[in-house]
């Protein structure tokens, strides 16, 4: 009978695999425009820092804040990794933030912002956003 053995290597590999699908699932929200979705990648004390403005510190907040800015128009971005950073139940992310953003009349700006993502480990084994602070490279 053959062992089944995991190793650091593998749950290394699996959380990685798991950020990278919760970064792409965050891009696909804020494309579509779903502050619910979106909101709902955050842990529940997490803590949000947009660039320009005071910190969100409460799940009402961030979900207004996600209303708040699609209610201004559609962004098409993508979310790419620079470094990702796994520490046990803790991990982060460097990550580039390039698209267009289309306000409510139709003209469209381009996107260039940086963002340091701190996610952690909930109790059910899912990883969440814990703290999302970002500013923009223009």
Partial sequence: ???CQTTVEDTASADTAAIMQLIETTAAMNNA????GW????AEDAVYMPGGQAAVTTPEGILEMGRLGFSHGTTDIII??????ILGD???ARNAVTGTFRDNDGESFPLDLKQIVIYQRQ???KWKIARLIGNSNQ
Avoid: H, N, Q, V
């Fill in 1 to 3: 009978m053959a062992s």
């Fill in 33 to 36: 425009g779903d502050a619910t």
């Fill in 39 to 42: 909101a709902g990648l955050f």
């Fill in 80 to 85: 790419t990794p620079d470094e990702i950073i």
């Fill in 90 to 92: 803790w991990a982060f």
């Fill in 123 to 125: 109790a059910d084994g």
